[in-house]
Nanobody, 124 residues
Framework: QVQLVESGGGLVQPGGSLRLSCAASGSILSIDSMGWYRQTPGKQRELVAQLTSRTSGDSTNYADSVKGRFTISRDNAKNTVYLQMDSLKPEDTAVYYC???????????????WGQGTQVTVSA
């Protein structure tokens, strides 16, 4: 069974930094992409950053609101994705969810998997 385990959330002052980690474990045949979404009460979950692996190289996609401040990276050997968040703003406060689009061993195609979520609070 595939699991995504997140870590690294917490409370930080405006202008500060946090680094989120998400490790995918279990019987995994292939990972197409890993990324981060966030959600605040009453709002839809939104994409923050996504990293897609191709033989030609990785491609990244960021929400406009985090470009230049957040950086997504991945350790393929560990099936782990990171989100380095710098220059944090109060509006970045949300529950952050890890997502992986992967092919589980024994499955017939790629499926979406989600982590349990980690709270990030940016406040003075």
């Amino acid at each position: 069974q595939v699991q995504l385990v997140e870590s690294g959330g917490g409370l930080v002052q405006p202008g500060g930094s946090l680094r989120l980690s998400c490790a995918a474990s279990g019987s995994i045949l292939s990972i197409d992409s890993m990324g981060w979404y966030r959600q605040t009460p009453g709002k839809q979950r939104e994409l923050v950053a996504q990293l897609t692996s191709r033989t030609s190289g990785d491609s990244t996609n960021y929400a406009d609101s985090v470009k230049g401040r957040f950086t997504i990276s991945r350790d393929n050997a560990k099936n782990t994705v990171y989100l380095q968040m710098d220059s944090l703003k109060p509006e970045d406060t949300a529950v952050y969810y890890c997502n992986a689009y992967l092919w589980p061993r024994g499955g017939s195609w790629f499926l979406d998997y989600w982590g349990q979520g980690t709270q990030v609070t940016v406040s003075a």
